[in-house]
């Protein structure tokens, strides 16, 4: 594994040249992913059932609070791709985190709502005094269509996928349409999809179609 540290204006850009997944078996809900620990701590998960289209995919995220915000592109940079955001609400009880579907068009303004990608909560670990956690479903995450062209990643083996952090938190924690700032931090990996596909996958979803369980584990 090699980064390169660039410190460009006030942004500190973190590049990852290579960063290999691995699997992990989330405990807490039975579910295995395909998980990347990012140089700044934050940890990002995949899964996604083996051949299905379009597939759904289960994202879970976890990062140090010092995060406010920490956004996963699905397809390995900012704008044309759908963009999962995510943040702590602040609440100390109920819901403490949400995921926001964004798509960027440009680099110079706050990427825009996307409605063509659904979340529903799935169960996962807690958020805790030391980081902040997002465990969603999204319908429309791994195939779009955009200016960029037709994608489906589904079909292939291996994915590139990017991400952006900021330690400032959105302008309105509780809602997800929040204004939100630009990230101080991004990176990009390659990510291996085969140890994200799984034939449980369909059991999972269904799990998360239990109302108590969606809402007693959106945290
Ligand atoms: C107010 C919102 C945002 C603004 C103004 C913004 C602005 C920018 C700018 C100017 C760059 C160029 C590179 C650089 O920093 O030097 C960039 C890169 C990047 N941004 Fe954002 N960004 C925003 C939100 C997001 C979000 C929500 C994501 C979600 C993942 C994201 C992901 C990325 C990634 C992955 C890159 C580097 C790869 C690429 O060039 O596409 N950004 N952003």
Request: proline share 7%; charged share 10%.
């Amino acid at each position: 594994m090699r980064f390169s540290e660039i410190l460009t204006g006030a942004a500190l850009v973190v590049l990852a040249s290579s960063q290999t997944p691995t699997p992990y078996y989330d405990s807490t809900s039975g579910i295995s992913y395909s998980s990347v620990t990012q140089a700044n701590g934050v940890t990002f998960r995949v899964a996604l059932p083996v051949a299905v289209t379009p597939a759904d995919a289960i994202l879970q995220v976890i990062a140090p609070v010092k995060y406010g915000w920490c956004g996963f592109a699905w397809g390995g940079h900012m704008i044309n791709n759908p963009l999962s955001v995510s943040w702590p609400t602040g609440a100390t009880t109920g819901q403490k985190s949400i995921v926001s579907s964004r798509m960027a068009l440009g680099y110079t303004a706050v990427p825009s709502p996307y409605p063509n990608a659904t979340y529903t909560p799935i169960k996962g670990p807690a958020a805790n005094s030391t980081h902040w956690t997002l465990t969603t479903r999204c319908q429309g995450c791994t195939i779009w269509s955009s200016s960029d062209g037709d994608f489906n990643i589904q079909n292939e083996t291996e994915a590139v996928f990017a991400y952006a952090c900021s330690s400032t938190p959105p302008v309105t924690p509780s809602s997800n349409t929040s204004d939100i700032q630009v990230h101080e931090e991004f990176g990009i990996w390659g990510h291996d999809l085969s140890a994200a596909k799984n034939a449980s996958f369909s059991s999972w979803v269904k799990a998360a179609g239990n109302a108590s369980v969606a809402s007693r584990f959106w945290a």
